[in-house]
């Protein structure tokens, strides 16, 4: 049975990925900060109680050393990973105005908590896994009030591409995802500060939406099977035409 390691695999995106490949018959393996938000998520979901649930703080090194080290103690390989886990991001406004703090947390948490697993999966991996790191558009373009998240998804589609061409001397494939504007809990807990948030948002979207988690998995999935055996260090924007504005 093929071993699929998803991080952040508790909310959005991350807990649409753990379903799609839950659903596929894999062997799932997942990860997040609070283990009562899996306690909630298994209560609605009874179908992911065979999945494999860790509490890991990411940004921590000896926290994923100890995620990888059991993951190969138990399973002894790694045939997919999908590289989600995104917090609440701690630093938004001007750049000038952001504590050192903030800025360092997001640095922390969107760049080196993706370095340091995808470190730890490729020495797990044999010829035909792969690796989907889940990027942004705003790792595309420039970001204002959100300049340091824009610049680790930046450096993150830099690693996507650089480790691609390493890791597929040994054929592993490294690849991107690059969500637009996607309804998930972090913006529905913006919209009860503002209730029409879904609305104007939408409005600046070419296909005048948002996407849904299950629409970003979908490229996930893609780019993780076989279908893609030919596609190596690419990112995959799925934004409904928003970084085309």
């Not at 991001?89 to 360092?104: C, I, M, T, Y």
Request: glycine letters at 8%; a negative charge.
């Amino acid at each position: 049975m093929k071993v699929v390691f998803v991080s952040g695999g508790s909310k959005g995106i991350g807990l649409a990925s753990v379903l799609r490949f839950v659903e596929l018959g894999y062997q799932v393996v997942t990860c997040s900060r609070e283990p009562a938000v899996w306690g909630d998520v298994l209560s609605q979901h009874p179908e992911l109680h065979a999945v494999d649930y860790v509490q890991a703080d990411l940004s921590k090194e000896e926290a994923v050393s100890q995620l990888f080290v059991y993951i190969e103690k138990q399973y002894g390989k790694l045939d997919i990973a999908i590289n989600n886990a995104s917090p609440l991001l701690a630093s938004k406004g001007r750049f000038e105005s952001v504590s050192v703090d903030a800025l360092k947390e997001t640095m922390l948490n969107d760049y080196w908590s993706y370095a340091l697993c995808l470190k730890y999966e490729l020495a797990l991996m044999s010829a035909g896994a792969s690796v989907v790191n889940i990027s942004s558009v705003n790792g595309l373009r420039p970001t204002p009030n959100a300049a340091m998240y824009s610049s680790a998804k930046h450096g993150l589609e830099g690693l996507t591409r650089s480790v691609a061409l390493e890791a597929i001397e040994k054929g592993v494939r490294v690849n991107g995802v690059a969500p637009g504007v996607t309804w998930t809990p972090r913006w529905q807990e913006r919209q009860r500060e503002t209730p029409r948030i879904k609305e104007e948002v939408a409005d600046v979207v070419p296909i005048k939406r948002f996407a849904e988690a299950e629409e970003i998995v979908g490229a996930i999935e893609f780019l993780s099977s076989d279908k893609a055996n030919y596609i190596v260090g690419h990112t995959l924007v799925v934004d409904g035409g928003i970084s085309l504005v």
